[in-house]
DNA sequence: CGACTGATGTCAGTTGCTGTCATCACAAGC
DNA sequence: GCTTGTGATGACAGCAACTGACATCAGTCG
């Protein structure tokens, strides 16, 4: 239709995806339809749902490389590592990923931002990694429940780090750097006197 | 006042609320129709909406007490508390709300373990209180990124300890007994060496 | 050339959710 | 006792998200 080759455009989830970001961003989520979404990328709504399985769903295309990425991190960390020394060094792998597009992050954070729907996915999302993380760990050997809280502590910095990061402008913030400062903070905070 | 049996009964949110947990229960979320709910209470589709934004909240009513208490603990821990024990204290502190109703925790748990839609609601009341739990914490005077980092944290030991406590049976275990544990093993975890 | 496969289009239908107006019990004031 | 709110509910129309069923067409393989 557009170009001139065949019957079908090739990346047609890609160009959903774009055409939703796009959308998204201009008029706000709720008011952007499956319908327009399909329109702009030159396919039918129902097309749309064969690629993503609901309106939220193509803003989270990524997902499971991320995934695969943490949990081969978690794996190759040296025998010596801590479970919270495993999941930082594991985020520190992924890093890079999102470094390279620091602008389509933050694009893609605002609009996420905006609305809570796209907030619940983003959160369970974040728990499914949670749960990749916990299930690396206990590869290693590592007990519950030290899996699963080394795995939720550790989203937890990942999210508090990539907020901040995903929140100011520029080029120069570094990721990795903002996680680790994180990662201290969180043993700072957790070092008070306990006593039991 | 009740005894006059006006033209409408006597506690429709809750009705609703309790039609739901068994349709929910015996049928299953996504076969359940609101519609279904409704008329189970003796009302229309359109009142439930009108007590609930959506298909989800049913479930997640009493979240405004959870998040009331939890903040106001938080402002009543010892100045000598640091972040993490001023959090624990009031994960302590609202341990016997579930613990009261141990039975229709678990049957809520199912439930919302068996869906993912009901998932991300979870996640995202979970955020909520972790967000007003940093907010509390910085009126105690502490910093960022340790307020949420600290909230963050607590929120991932009551996940965790939640999830253990509602799915053992009998009414023997005790949430808060479960809860201080599994602090006592976030901050082993976080504490860097690795364990024995 | 012809069958087969896979991605897409078309259409109808269900359901979550909303806006709008009518209805009815109850209470307050005349 | 009658009138006049007031608030919760019912009735109805409608949009948009999502799904199932079937048709269509490009490229591939024999």
Avoid: C
Wanted: glycine share 10%.
């Amino acid at each position: 239709m557009i170009g001139g080759m065949g019957r079908w455009e090739p990346n047609a989830r890609g160009r959903l995806e774009e055409a939703a970001l796009e959308l998204y961003g201009e008029r706000g989520y709720e008011q952007t339809t499956v319908a327009e979404i399909a329109r702009r990328a030159g396919l039918t709504e129902r097309t749309f749902f064969r690629h993503f399985a609901d309106k939220r769903e193509v803003l989270f295309g990524g997902g499971t490389l991320l995934e695969e990425r943490l949990t081969a991190a978690v794996a190759a960390a040296p025998a010596s590592a801590g479970p919270l020394e495993a999941v930082a060094a594991a985020l520190d792998a992924v890093g890079p990923l999102f470094q390279q597009r620091h602008e389509r992050s933050r694009r893609r954070q605002a609009i996420i931002l905006a609305h809570a729907e796209l907030r619940e996915r983003e959160l369970i999302k974040l728990a499914t990694l949670a749960s990749a993380l916990a299930g690396a760990l206990r590869e290693r050997g590592v007990g519950e429940p030290a899996a699963s809280l080394a795995a939720e502590a550790g989203i937890a910095v990942f999210k508090i780090a990539f907020e901040r990061w995903a929140g100011e402008p520029g080029e120069e913030a570094d990721l990795r750097q903002v996680m680790r400062e994180a990662f201290a903070e969180l043993r700072a905070v957790t070092a008070g006197a306990p006593g039991p």
